[in-house]
């Protein structure tokens, strides 16, 4: 791989280089495919990361300025589904509990009228 020092080259000089249409779209690709960044094309044949930017507008795939894709990772995704369904069913618990608890309190009710016995404690 060629270093940096093969590439030092004066202002005058960079400033009338140009790159082949091949050697963008082979960068171009690089950054897609996620093998390099656009700082990193940048620092290493010193050309502005702005230009890069450019070339990845005209020979890129999905790339639109200004725009940043978000890519999730599956995993990301199997997460947030989990939880989903783990809310799901301690919300299922919870409304079984409810039911439990409304149950016994009519229970206690009943048994209270039945016996006549005052079976819960009235704090009035």
Same mark, same amino acid.
């Given at each position: 791989? =060629? ?11 960079? @400033?009338?280089?140009?790159? #082949? +249409?091949?050697?963008?779209?082979? &960068? ?10 656009? =700082?990193?094309? #940048? ?8 230009? /890069?930017?450019?070339?990845?507008? !005209?020979?890129? @795939? ?12 599956? #995993? ?7 939880? &989903?369904?783990? /809310? ?15 149950? !016994? ?7 209270? +009228? /039945?016996?006549? /016995?005052?079976? &819960? &404690?009235?704090?009035?």
């Amino acid at each position: 791989m =060629a270093n940096r020092q093969q590439f030092k080259q004066s202002r005058e000089e960079r @400033q009338r280089r140009v790159f #082949s +249409e091949e050697f963008k779209r082979k &960068k171009v690709r690089e950054i897609e495919q996620q093998i390099t960044t656009i =700082a990193q094309v #940048s620092r290493q044949y010193e050309v502005r990361e702005n230009s /890069v930017s450019k070339w990845m507008a !005209k020979y890129g @795939q999905h790339y639109i300025k200004g725009v940043r894709t978000i890519v999730e990772s599956q #995993s990301d995704t199997a997460k947030i589904a989990a939880l &989903k369904a783990q /809310v799901a069913e301690l919300q299922r618990i919870i409304g079984e509990k409810q039911v439990l608890l409304e149950f !016994k309190d009519k229970m206690i009710e009943l048994a209270e +009228e /039945v016996y006549g /016995v005052d079976i &819960k &404690k009235k704090l009035s």
